[in-house]
Structure formats: C-alpha cells, structure tokens
C-alpha cells in the first residue's frame, strides 16, 4: 500500500533541495499590493497554467469548460467528454478558496471490445494566496493548493486522497506580451509516487476584449510536453468566452482535445465600509 509520509516526504526533500520551489518562493517574496479586483474578470482559461491573482474579497467567480477529447493508440481508442466546473470564493483581497468538480462520459473501443463509462471523476477542493504585484518584469506571484478527493463514483474511484501544490509567477514580457510560470508536483492518490511538474503560459493582448493564449506543460523528470493554443473574448467586464485546442504528448500516444468555455463572477464589494 501506497504510504505518503515514506515515499511522498522522500521525495518532497529531493525538491526542495534541488531548489525548485525555493526559487518561486524568492520571487513571491517581494511586495504585497492593497488592491486585488481588477475592473475586468481574472481567469487563466483557456489554459492549464494557473494564474498569479485571486479574485479579491466579496466575490464570487464561476468557471466553466465542456471539453472534446480523442485518444488514439495501435491498439485502441477512445473518446472523452469532460464537464469540468471551478467556483472560486474570495475570503480576503489576496486569499480565496477554490473548489472543481468534472463529470466525464468516455467510451473506448479495443478491436471487438466496447467500454463505456460515466460519472462524476473528479472533486477537489483549494485555496491561493496572492504574494505580491510589480510594475516591471516582475509582474505577480501566488502560491495554490489544492486537495483530490476521491469520487464515490466506481468508474472513476481513486483509492486515496490526491493532491496538487504549487507557485505562480508572472512576468511582463513587453507591453502586451505576458508569461506565466508554474511550478510545482502532485500526487495522484492511485498509489504512485509525486511527481514535479512546470508549465508555461504565454498570452498575447489583442484588444480590449480579446487576447491570445498558449500553453506548454510537461514533467520535470520526463519530458512529454502538452501543448494549447486558445483565445479569450471579453463579452463584458464580469464575462469572458474562451475556446482553446490541445495536443498531449505522451510517447506512443495520439491525444487531442477541444474546449470551449465561459468565467463570470458576481460581488457585494459595494458592502463594505
């Protein structure tokens, strides 16, 4: 049986002392701003990456994607249909708590074999904290972790608790050229190791309402790097359409998606004394 406090801390240690996160750490250190909502909504969507801000004290964010993935191999292939669903809550300016759940419907075929499957296949539960703005190269930083609860659903039942932390740091590129970094590892709760993760997220300001997004996402021990190109519209301020496509690069594997999506957000800023 899988233990975390042998292996996970083990290798915790090994992370740390390769100075992984101690350097996201450094460069969240610096300054901490008084002010978090912004005029238009914040959302990493279309991407992978995490983003560098919360959603400010009093508000309410809804996330929402419906995704089309294929999977091919030599010998089998499947199709994915995921409903995935982030509502994010925040408590104080610089700190909000999170939570996702995914509803996937999938089917496989193996020469003259057929499998279905449906349910409820993820549930996890967060929190960020927002470290600091800058008005230079260094632009923000925050620090995000977040809980994999098993589902109660069989098709997708994972035997333990998962989990996910990590350190975002964006920079100012040119004027509307943005880069984000993560970095990071998670532990499945399947029995398998944690495992160190980066990404990188850059995006492309259009206009106002539009802005261009790719992603690349990989292992740090082995690299099978995912790709995503996506672009976002901003229908008003507390709106924002998205719709990115994807290509998984794991060896052997073909392994593509499309996503579209919305984010919007409610708050009762006007509350406050």
Known sequence: MFSFSKIGFARLNTYFSLGILPFFFFLLYPLISQAQFASRIRTARPSATMGTYTVGKNVLQWQTGLQLRERQTEQASSQIFQYKTVIRLGILEHWEVNGGVN??????EAG??????????????GTRYHFFDGEGFLKAGAIQGRFWIPVPDEDYHRPALGGRIMASVGYRLAPKLGLITNAGWRWSGDGLPPTAFFSLRFSQ???KQWVLVADYFSPFKRFEPDYALGIGYHLTPSLKLDIAIGLLGQTGLQDRYIEV???????WRHTDS
Do not use: M, P, W
């Open 261 to 267: 999506g919305f984010a919007t957000r409610f708050d």
């Open 205 to 207: 300001v259009i206009n």
């Open 112 to 125: 003259n074999t057929r499998e279905q499957h449906e349910g409820l296949s993820a549930l996890r539960l």
């Open 103 to 108: 509803y996937q419907k999938d089917q496989s």
